[in-house]
């Protein structure tokens, strides 16, 4: 498939011109490659050196990430920075990044897939980010017990739990990655469990505080849902294998 039209419909399905981000985020296509055409795609969560070599070694053409090239700012072109931008020229990897527009989507985003992952059917949001609302809401009624359960099924990781909250979780709020600060917001929205991938030191105790469940699944392993959704979408779409290069940080 030629890379431009691929990018087109990305864009538009993400709406990455209206989705509002972080200025290092640079959502949509981060870098070409010469020969313009898709043929295989390596999803992961990272764009990073160790990540790129994987994907060139897997025989990808495009690497699509959540979190993209240029997270950390501007940076002269040395280093691991000009080795990252030539293995992926010189195999002719391009690169597409996709972060907030990833978390907000209903059906591809890593909100409503870990929710659908745990068992759940998202019933709305409770959030506003950046003016976008997001967050994927559950209602229902299930033990603490069991819902960290089932969270750490689904993302094979260590889940961390702070019980600040009931026994029996009826509200469920998922955000996934370092949405723990905003602990507070989401206690007024009228959310009694709080899943989330990672967030500051006081956001455990303020959750013991106002009476919340914050459960933190790890900002990695709660973030590779959607990467892998939106791959298996571009596959059954247009017929472009695909597979998930695991490179987990363990935050």
Request: net charge negative; aromatic share 8%.
């Amino acid at each position: 498939m030629n890379l431009p039209d691929l990018v087109s419909h990305l864009d538009t399905e993400l709406r990455i011109a209206e989705i509002p981000d972080y200025s290092n985020a640079l959502n949509g296509l981060q870098l070409e490659n010469r020969s313009g055409k898709v043929t295989k795609i390596v999803a992961a969560v990272d764009a990073t050196l160790p990540v790129i070599k994987k994907a060139v070694a897997a025989g990808a053409d495009l690497l699509v990430v959540h979190h993209g090239m240029f997270w950390t700012g501007l940076q002269t072109w040395t280093g691991p920075v000009f080795q990252k931008i030539q293995t992926a020229l010189d195999a002719g990897l391009a690169v597409y990044s996709c972060h907030l527009p990833l978390d907000f989507h209903p059906t591809l985003g890593n909100d409503a897939v870990l929710a659908r992952a745990l068992g759940f059917e998202p019933c709305g949001t409770f959030m506003k980010t950046k003016g976008t609302e997001n967050g994927a809401k559950i209602e229902t009624e299930i033990s603490r017990d069991e819902l960290v359960q089932r969270l750490a099924t689904a993302t094979g990781a260590r889940v961390h739990l702070c019980p600040g909250g009931p026994a029996t979780c009826r509200k469920i709020g998922i955000m996934t990655g370092g949405a723990g600060s905003e602990v507070a917001t989401v206690a007024k929205a009228g959310i009694d469990t709080f899943i989330t991938g990672e967030g500051p030191h006081w956001s455990y105790t303020l959750a013991e505080e106002i009476g919340i469940n914050l459960i933190y699944g790890g900002h990695y392993a709660t973030e590779t849902f959607g990467v892998k959704a939106l791959s298996a979408h571009i596959e059954s779409k247009f017929g472009i294998p695909w597979e998930f290069v695991d490179h987990p940080t363990g935050l």
